[in-house]
């Protein structure tokens, strides 16, 4: 247990930083840290799937498939996190989501305090006119408290990113290569609220360094109530903001979203 604990005043803060931030846009940052808020405290493999299906026929034909799976391996003192997600819906011939994105990161720590990350990966996204989008990074981390109900980290990245937009007739960028050199700031927290009931937040914010005003903020707050030693459910709330999405892309975005969790 770290002596840096500064008490569950910090995780209401960070909840409360989650809900006020505007609207959410099409931001094009991606949170797994919900994925590391409790690392386990033995070498080891444990895993997780998540899986989403929505199926509908008649008067309102829909069919939603999504999911994630992800590996999470301690040796010492490293971390290692290997993360892929999924999703396709449409209906009535249209085309509703299509999206993948793979993420793999390692975390080393230094002492009790800090800790060391780098980190790849790879997304793609139809309706964010995503053809690739390629990350990689590394930076350190603070941990700030670490008690059995609450722990919350402090991390900076720098991120080298390389981006291709697709050939969407009407678009002014169709096509678009870019290589951006941005920094990766978050603060992540998590307490346990007692009977299996858990909660996680976390706020991105991602600069470009030649260009801070074309910033990139993400906030995610999630709750998961266990139901069973291996199964249970997740609530997801998340906003996000970017001032310079691709043409015809909202700088807002907000998605809540229900899941169940399996894990082993």
Known sequence: MLFCYVGR????????????????ASAQIVNIQGQLAKPP???????QIELKLDWREGNNQLFNIGGSASTLVKHGRLLV????????GESRGLTLARRSFEHLRARYTIDCRWKWEAFVQHEYDAFRRLTVRGVVGTGPALQIAD???????????????????????????????????????YITGTEML????SIVQT??????????????????????????????L??????????TPPDGIERYDMALKIGLLVTF
């Open 9 to 24: 005043g910090l995780t209401r803060l960070l909840l409360l930083l989650v809900l006020f931030l505007p609207r959410l």
């Open 41 to 47: 405290e033995h070498d080891g493999v444990t895993g």
């Open 81 to 88: 996190l290997a993360l892929a997600r999924g999703e396709y």
């Open 147 to 185: 008690t059995d109900d609450v722990a919350v980290l402090a991390g900076l990245a720098y991120l080298l990113e390389g981006e291709q937009l697709d050939e969407r007739e009407g678009t002014v960028d169709a096509g678009r290569r870019t290589i951006s050199h941005r920094a990766s700031a």
């Open 194 to 197: 007692g009977s299996g009931v």
């Open 203 to 232: 706020v991105y914010v991602q600069p470009r360094l030649d260009d801070p005003g074309d910033v990139r903020v993400l906030g995610e707050l999630s709750v998961t109530s266990k139901l069973t030693t291996h199964i249970a």
């Open 234 to 243: 997740t609530d997801g709330l998340t906003v996000a903001y970017d001032r």
